[in-house]
């Protein structure tokens, strides 16, 4: 056996922060060194930071990532470590992992393919670097091997997959496998998405086994830049099994997660698969000496935290990928808190649970004390003693009634506020209403009604609440959380500068069917904190008994679950539901899969729904809704365009700063939508030929 003991390295870094960032990859490094690890990948632009849009062109950017690199180099001895950062060559820049190997540069490995699809943009700023090519780079006084390079330390051969390399089917790992490589680094920042770990670990053990190698996956951690959240994945695995898996959405700055692998055992698998010739490649290789310590063998086996797999995983990742996507949020941005305007709905009361359960968890994973330090900067907070009482100092609500408001949702706001700990405040806002309505009707010479005025009558009353409780985040110097989520997004069922007026929306890359089952989920389930991890597959997430104990449950959620949701703007007699204004959330969200998506015309949307609710509506309800869908979803870009930040989720986002773009003017698919009428009008209910009635 020849024994060494490698680690992945997460880190939760931010986008231009120089000493923050340096800090913490120093402070990382030294504790792989306590740990008496020889090998540390940290991931994809650690250095710089992932996030740092077309800061990536300056030259500072460069210069300063340099210097940062020249500082770490000082606190490796006795340990190889990857660090990625941006360097420029030949005009060019380029996404690159930087080896250091006892106070020595190495080399730097260029990525080969970039990331352009979905939230990222990669071929903005960088260069792919070609297979089978490598050139030298100066760095200070030295010149540096730059580009394809694998690293031989004392015999051990090291190569590289950054992030993307390791999605696509030509994937370097195929490469590195015929030159003999013992162990591939996978620096990366791969965004969050729900069940995405599962995919990744999926790709490393995969390429543990087929290229014989060891494998060393480390990604970022955190809400980096302000949209996207990683989950600071890390995994080691070797020929084909899964060695050692991290924890996911920690709050911590930096974790280790340390394996010993045998490289013996890889190069034995390569030797007895015969199938490919091993290519040497001597001119791409940078041969230096390393002393790798002796290293005793241990039993291993990949282990799950409980919530992994409790049954719940979609509910329990979308809890703690908000909740820390909040948290990093407040403190990166340096401000006091939040403030909400809490009306007893679904849409604030799922935002005022995930803030509460932003502290409930973050206390849960790095303590009260641990909680302060990282919010040293908010005096308020530093003499609570539970998180309830931070709670009441970061999170301030406010109910604001009309006339067309009922005690329903005003007890739902209450009751929510006062079982997790949010301030709460009640203002009535009739006066306003009434003020600006006045106003108006004195201009125009007419009394204004809901028969001729609804909409308008509408947003008046989302629109005056903005004004006050934007007072209240600038008096409490705190951060106005909006609530729009991603179903009304699709189609604008929103007043903007209204209920859409805020800094950050946290859930508007989250379906309404979902957030409501998610509620009765909190509510009734509850979030798994069972820290003891226990062997598993992290593919079989088979349901197992959970103490009680070990569960955060918001039963303060209990009135919203039992309400139907309402804007409640029109009169309280006209019974008005969000449904109703629409269409069943689970169709307008079926709809949205298929026509936003997968990006398939009305009349092939109109199919498809008629297979997935044969039965349950009727073809008259599905083209009106479809069409109701399109129209909407057209006339609505511009509303998409002005929404506060939001958290990417999932590959349904409807954000066009990350992820889906549409013009803001456009046909409105009107030839699409008359043929899909043409189509209807030609079809029976089972198929066959004939006109029936819309």
């Excluded at 070609?130 to 050139?135: E, L």
């Excluded at 282990?303 to 049954?311: K, Y």
């Excluded at 007890?411 to 009640?426: M, P, T, W």
């Excluded at 409807?654 to 189509?679: N, T, V």
Aim: glycine share 6%; charged share 25%; net charge negative.
């Amino acid at each position: 056996m020849k024994l060494l003991k490698v680690a992945a390295g997460v880190l939760n870094q931010i986008p231009l922060a120089w000493e923050h960032n340096k800090q913490n990859i120093i402070n990382a490094i030294e504790e792989a060194q306590r740990q008496n690890v020889s090998l540390l990948c940290l991931p994809e632009f650690c250095i710089s930071g992932y996030g740092c849009e077309d800061a990536f062109f300056a030259q500072n950017t460069i210069d300063q990532s340099i210097a940062s690199l020249l500082e770490i180099v000082e606190h490796t001895n006795d340990i190889a470590v990857a660090v990625g950062l941006p360097l420029r060559h030949n005009n060019r820049t380029f996404d690159t992992a930087c080896l250091i190997a006892n106070k020595r540069i190495l080399g730097f490995t260029a990525k080969q393919y970039m990331a352009n699809n979905g939230v990222h943009y990669e071929t903005r700023w960088f260069q792919p670097w070609p297979p089978y090519v490598r050139d030298e780079i100066k760095i200070g006084e030295f010149m540096y091997p730059f580009g394809d390079v694998v690293y031989d330390l004392s015999g051990v051969r090291i190569g590289f997959e950054i992030c993307e390399d390791a999605w696509v089917a030509s994937r370097p790992g195929r490469i590195l496998y015929e030159r003999g490589i013992d162990i591939i680094l996978n620096p990366t920042a791969s965004h969050f998405a729900f069940l995405k770990s599962q995919v990744r670990e999926r790709f490393v053990v995969d390429a543990s086994r087929s290229f014989g190698v060891s494998y060393v996956y480390s990604n970022m951690l955190g809400n980096e830049a302000g949209r996207i959240i990683y989950d600071g994945d890390a995994m080691v695995a070797s020929n084909g099994e899964l060695l050692v898996s991290g924890p996911r959405l920690s709050y911590e700055d930096y974790v280790i997660v340390p394996a010993v692998i045998d490289v013996e055992a890889t190069r034995l698998n390569q030797t007895q698969n015969r199938a490919n010739i091993a290519l040497a490649y001597p001119n791409l290789r940078v041969t230096d000496r390393f002393d790798w310590p002796d290293i005793a063998p241990v039993i291993q086996k990949a282990q799950l935290e409980g919530w992994e797999r409790g049954g719940y995983l979609k509910e329990e990742e979308f809890a703690r990928a908000v909740a820390l996507g909040l948290f990093d949020y407040l403190r990166k941005s340096r401000s006091q808190g939040y403030v909400l305007s809490l009306s007893g709905g679904a849409d604030s009361s799922a935002i005022a649970a995930l803030v509460f359960l932003m502290i409930r968890m973050a206390v849960e994973n790095i303590g009260m004390a641990g909680v302060k330090k990282k919010l040293s900067y908010i005096k308020a907070i530093q003499d609570c003693k539970t998180p309830e009482e931070v709670i009441g100092k970061l999170l301030t609500v406010m109910y604001q009634g009309t006339e067309n408001s009922s005690d329903d949702t005003f007890n739902s706001a209450k009751e929510l506020a006062d079982d997790i700990g949010a301030k709460f405040l009640n203002i009535n806002i009739n006066g306003l209403v009434e003020t600006y309505t006045g106003l108006i009707e004195e201009q125009l010479g007419r009394k204004l009604s809901w028969d001729t005025d609804d909409l308008a009558l509408q947003n008046i009353q989302a629109r005056v609440r903005a004004p006050s409780i934007w007072m209240l985040a600038n008096i409490n110097n705190a951060l106005l959380l909006t609530t729009s989520n991603r179903s009304e997004a699709a189609v604008g069922y929103a007043t903007m500068d209204g209920d859409t007026a805020g800094s950050i929306s946290p859930i508007t890359g989250i379906d309404k069917h979902f957030l409501r089952s998610w509620l009765r989920w909190l509510e009734t389930v509850g979030l798994n904190v069972k820290n003891a991890p226990e062997p598993t597959d992290r593919t079989s997430l088979a349901m197992e008994p959970t103490d009680p104990d070990e569960l955060i449950k918001v039963k303060g959620l209990n009135a919203v679950n039992n309400l139907q949701p309402t804007a409640e703007l029109r009169p309280q007699d006209k019974k008005q539901t969000d449904e109703d204004d629409l269409m069943p959330y689970d169709v307008l969200n079926s709809i949205e899969e298929s026509a936003i998506r997968d990006k398939q015309p009305p009349v092939e949307v109109l199919k498809m729904m008629e297979v997935r609710y044969a039965g349950t509506h009727d073809r008259e309800k599905l083209l009106l809704w479809v069409e109701r869908f399109f129209k909407l979803w057209s006339r609505n870009q511009w509303k998409r365009e002005r929404y506060a930040p939001s958290f990417h989720l999932d590959d349904h986002n409807l954000d066009p700063r990350s992820w889906c773009r549409f013009p803001i003017l456009s046909g409105g698919f009107e030839k699409e939508l008359a043929e899909m009428r043409d189509w209807a009008n030609e079809q029976k209910p089972n198929g066959r030929k004939g006109k029936i009635g819309f």
